[in-house]
């Protein structure tokens, strides 16, 4: 995908992310270190496991008083289904969203672990004690764009996965148009990034005067972070 320049991409290769997992360390242009990785080809199944709980969402068709528990009955927002999963007796989640769909109805949420200036804002953070499949379901890539400037109240980043030792899998999800950063990993470990698409991340594809200084931590930024598995991202 597109990013502006002075993003940091966790990359081996040009603007692709190919079978990786962490195990060295990088210097972001802010300064801070970012855990990059070394080979690796291992890859599962998507699918969720048979003892997760799942939590099917559906921003075109969902209703958040529903349960969540099937297709038919998908809730709207990330937010109720990260309600959903906080009280869930399951160790494990599958958050399901509607595959070719738009979602761009989001909750700007924040975290004292990122204290950035201005990149500590995100759609959806993920920081419960349980394993996490993040995906799509249905035909097609579900499709999470950032809905207006960062400065007007919006969240500036889609995902963060923060202190986090239970295994996380986010995969083929579309991270599109977002201005500070497609994925955040901190202080977190076992994270699985695959076969996502993440396109237009970075200040240039927004205008927003209010907002002369934000800049990003990048389409992928992994910090202060260990067992981290890129594989096969474009």
């Not at 502006?4 to 990786?20: D, Q, R």
């Not at 291992?42 to 997760?52: H, L, V």
């Not at 799942?54 to 297709?71: A, M, W």
Request: hydrophobic share 25%.
């Amino acid at each position: 995908g597109e990013i502006s320049k002075g993003y940091k991409f966790v990359t081996l290769e040009g603007n692709s992310i190919n079978s990786l997992s962490s195990s060295t360390n990088s210097q972001n242009s802010d300064g801070s270190s970012s855990t990059s990785a070394s080979t690796s080809s291992e890859t599962e199944d998507i699918n969720c496991p048979s003892n997760y709980e799942k939590i099917f969402v559906s921003q075109q068709n969902g209703n958040d008083n529903s349960d969540g528990k099937s297709e038919s009955n998908a809730i709207k927002t990330l937010n109720k289904a990260k309600e959903i999963a906080s009280s869930s007796s399951s160790d494990g989640i599958c958050i399901l969203l509607h595959g070719g769909e738009i979602f761009n109805q989001f909750t700007s949420n924040t975290d004292s672990r990122i204290q950035e200036g201005k990149r500590n804002t995100f759609a959806f953070i993920w920081d419960q004690d349980k394993e996490l499949v993040f995906t799509s379901y249905g035909n097609g890539k579900a499709i999470l764009t950032q809905p207006g400037n960062a400065g007007s109240g919006n969240p500036g980043s889609a995902i963060a996965v923060l202190g986090i030792t239970k295994k996380v899998k986010i995969s083929n999800i579309e991270f599109d148009k977002w201005q500070s950063g497609g994925i955040f990993v901190r202080y977190s470990e076992n994270v699985e990034i695959t076969n996502n698409k993440l396109d237009k991340i970075g200040t240039k594809f927004f205008n927003d005067p209010k907002n002369d200084d934000y800049y990003g931590g990048g389409v992928l930024y992994i910090k202060d972070s260990k067992n981290i598995v890129m594989n096969d991202n474009e």
